[in-house]
């Protein structure tokens, strides 16, 4: 089944020009885009978007950290290593089970979700768009894509449930931004307007 629905995925490929493009561009530039739009969220949001910004790094990395366990203890090939496959990006034949991509973005987009459902609904949108062009391009199964969604919600819940604990991660980042770059949070800048 797994194989199947690869097949019927990945059979696009090399048959629309167009969608080959956008495929390879999502796939290689999503983890940059999610990288832009947290920036975008720390530089130009308020206080709330630099707390969802570290909060949702902090779930990327421990997806990513996950997948790394998951790797170590079980290894499946890559589908262009036992299959004929469309394949439109070189990869390296490493572990196919679960989609670092994948991971990121799902880790990053329901990270960002939880404490942004604004922006975060299109993260996600994206990011399952990120899991589809994987299998598109040939790199992995539907499988691997789903596990590594399954790892991506289990990493946001974990943040999510810890953030009472974690918030002096995020405290002390702001803080120290705020100091480097002499800016000041929006209510001490309302405090000080009260006093002229």
Known sequence: MNYE??????QLAGNHPFMDQFMVFVT???????????????????EKNKYTVVYATLTGVLGLFINFIISQIYF????????????????????SFPSDHTT??????????LWNRKVGIAAVLFAALTGFSRIYVGHHYPFDVLGSI???????L?????????????????SIYRRLTGTKTSASRSRESKKF
């Open 28 to 46: 290689e530039k999503a983890l940059i885009i999610f990288a832009l739009v947290l920036l975008s969220m720390w530089f130009f949001g308020n």
């Open 76 to 95: 499946e090939p890559r589908p262009f290593v036992t299959h004929s496959v469309n394949m439109l990006i070189p990869h390296a034949a490493d572990a």
């Open 150 to 156: 399954v790892v991506g919600i289990a990493a946001s």
């Open 104 to 113: 990121g973005a799902f880790a990053l987009a329901l990270g960002i979700l």
């Open 158 to 174: 974990l943040v999510y449930k810890l953030s009472p604990f974690l918030k002096p991660i995020p405290s002390t980042i702001i």
């Open 5 to 10: 629905l690869f097949k019927a995925i990945n």
